[in-house]
């Protein structure tokens, strides 16, 4: 029975709640005044259910469709600002016990090169990625209980907020590995994690059991009760996704929002973070073979119906998608994206070897992250490296409630700029300099509060004299 409370996965996702939703949401995708009340309600910005969500995604009628871009634009500069989130993910190992018969990991998979970085490893693929100016990492692993250990993990975390290279620092590490315990959440926690990322890859339980044949990932109600086991275990900030692609879209979005619900009914607090990853080419792995791939307009759709539906959730864009994609997501919703990223299990710090391809999947952006930021500066983007929220415990329901009420901005915008700018000053080719110093002195003075501009100001001097010391808002 649907239970948005229970902290059970078969009554929070609910299957029946959801076959109803896609009735509902068919009978009513032309209803035109329906459509116009949800498209009201949503401007409101306080969010839509998965139902009156599910009705906007199935709508068809092009000048409503136009609405609903315009809104989640609107809502996306209202929440967010101009500023982008950068990070990039970081391959501990592709071990991997698990059948997912989507990913390269697959336990059958003999022609994947499998590696797991040593802690000395790991230090050069840090030093190499603080060298590009990443300060915010998520990390990424298979699931083996000998190879990946929880002690492999708590060490490699340490092992890299110790990390101290030149003026570079990673001051946030996100993780994503496999469903684990609560003590586990907690020992993680403990360790200092920002976010907890699990892909749910589908909803759908049936598809799910397919999809994951074998291996402990094939349990799919302790896969689905995973967030409510880190939320226990003391994470406050947890990140959702679907891998788009293995399933139908609008099963999986009604479950997505039906899933962020029941987070924030049953703790107080939604997801902190939704990805959209969609299914890609990878080693024995062909996207082809799966049947529910989405085109980039769905894409898109998808996109702004998640942002005016949950408008207090970040949004996070990967480089499986290429550059024109990514453009259009940012402007429809997309918070966080990655840049200069590598899927291979250390390919930071050197390339693998032609014959040896540890990759997760191909990348489609391939450019640099000098690039990327220069790219995002050109739109008007700010590239934020900030990472202050986590340090000053603005996590969880306290974050959700300085975003809901608007007051981020008077946090975000200051940091965002004083971040980019230390990245300009360490990092940056001189034409990326060039554009983000004109970039910043124009938005600098578009600070509100009038103490805050002296303070960004004073900071920004200080920052161009070298003379570093820890601001934050
Ligand atoms: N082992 C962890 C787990 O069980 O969730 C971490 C997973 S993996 C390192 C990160 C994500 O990559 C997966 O959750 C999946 O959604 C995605 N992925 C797997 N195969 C993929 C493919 N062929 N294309 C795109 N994304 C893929």
Redesign the pocket.
């Known amino acids: 029975m649907y239970d948005v409370y229970s902290k059970h996965a078969d009554d929070f996702i609910n299957h029946e709640e959801i076959l109803e939703t896609l009735a509902y949401a068919d009978e009513n995708n032309n209803n035109l005044e329906l459509i116009d009340a949800l498209i009201k309600k949503a401007a409101l910005r306080k969010g839509l259910s998965h139902r009156e969500a599910s009705v906007l995604l199935a709508c068809q009628d092009e000048e409503q469709n136009q609405r609903i871009y315009k809104l989640a634009e609107q809502i996306k500069k209202d929440f967010y600002g101009n500023r982008i989130v950068m990070f990039a993910p970081l ?1 501990l190992s592709n071990y ?1 016990i ?1 059948g ?1 018969t ?4 697959h336990m059958k998979n003999k022609h994947i090169a499998r590696k797991k970085l040593s802690q000395e490893e790991i230090r050069n693929e840090v030093t190499a990625l603080q060298d590009m100016g990443h300060k915010r990492l998520a990390l ?4 083996d209980p000998v190879h990946n250990t929880m002690d492999y993990y708590l060490e490699s975390i340490k092992t890299i907020y110790d990390i101290k290279h030149k003026n570079g620092a990673i001051r946030r590490v996100n993780i ?4 684990t315990t609560v003590d586990n959440y907690r020992l993680l926690k403990e360790a200092g994690i920002g976010t907890y990322i ?2 749910q ?1 589908t909803y759908h339980k049936e598809s799910y059991l397919k999809l994951h044949p074998t291996g402990p ?1 094939h349990d799919y109600n302790y896969h689905t009760e995973a967030m409510d086991r880190a939320m226990e275990g003391g994470i406050d900030d947890v990140g959702l ?1 679907v ?1 788009f692609g293995l399933d139908k879209y609008r099963y999986e979005f009604a479950g997505l929002l039906m899933h962020a619900e029941h987070l924030e009914a049953a703790f107080g607090v939604g997801p902190h973070t939704i990805s959209v ?6 080693d024995d ?1 062909d ?1 082809n073979q799966f049947d529910n791939g989405i085109d980039d307009d769905t894409f898109a759709k998808l996109i702004a119906c998640i942002r005016i539906s949950v408008p207090y959730t970040g949004m996070i864009i990967s480089t ?1 998608e290429n550059q024109e994609t990514r453009e259009r997501a940012l402007r429809l919703g997309i918070s966080q994206i990655s840049g200069g990223s590598k899927t291979s299990v250390g390919g930071y710090y050197m390339p693998e070897p032609e014959d040896e391809n540890s990759e ?2 191909d990348v489609s952006d391939t450019r640099t992250l000098d690039e990327v930021v220069k790219w995002l500066m050109e739109m008007d983007y700010i590239p934020s490296f900030c990472t202050a929220c986590y340090r000053e415990g603005r996590t969880g329901d306290r974050f959700m409630t300085l975003l809901k009420n608007g007051q981020i901005q008077n946090c975000c915008h200051p940091n965002a700029l004083m971040t980019l700018k230390e990245y300009l000053m360490d990092y940056a080719s001189p034409e990326t300099k060039a554009i983000g110093d004109k970039l910043i002195a124009r938005e600098a003075l578009n600070v509100p509060n009038e103490k805050a501009r002296a303070a960004v100001l004073e900071n920004l001097r200080l920052i161009e004299q070298n003379n570093r010391r820890d601001f934050r808002f």
Do not use: D, H, V
Not at 176 to 179: S, T
Not at 277 to 282: C, T
């Open positions: 391959y991997c698990n997912c989507y990913c390269p990991y990424e692993a298979g699931e994503n590995i496999a469903a699990l892909f890859e990932k996704g891998l990853p969609r299914l890609k080419q990878a792995i996207p499986r997760q999947f």
